[in-house]
């Protein structure tokens, strides 16, 4: 089974127009990444999905790097074992 990292790289990869080497934990999504609005609706709705996990505006406006992607995840699938929703 493919790590949380590798999952979020590939919906990158699938939503936005870059190379797989640029999708580190530090490059930023807008600045670097060059991700519009749309895009981050797009990569939200993905990862909501492809994880099973509730992310809220909120959440999802604290996202700036690709770790913070990826942390933010990990929790949320941390509280949805714990059986938080």
Excluded: H, W, Y
Aim: hydrophobic share 45%.
């Amino acid at each position: 089974m493919a790590t949380v990292e590798e999952q979020v790289k590939e919906i990158l990869l699938s939503i936005l127009d870059v190379k797989p080497e640029e999708i580190v934990p530090t490059a930023r999504v807008i600045e670097d990444l060059k991700a519009t609005s749309i895009d981050i609706v797009e990569i939200v709705t993905a990862l909501q999905n492809t994880f099973d996990v509730n992310v809220t505006d909120e959440e999802a406006g604290k996202i700036r790097t690709v770790g913070d992607a990826v942390d933010l995840l990990k929790a949320a699938i941390a509280k949805k074992a714990a059986g938080g929703t």
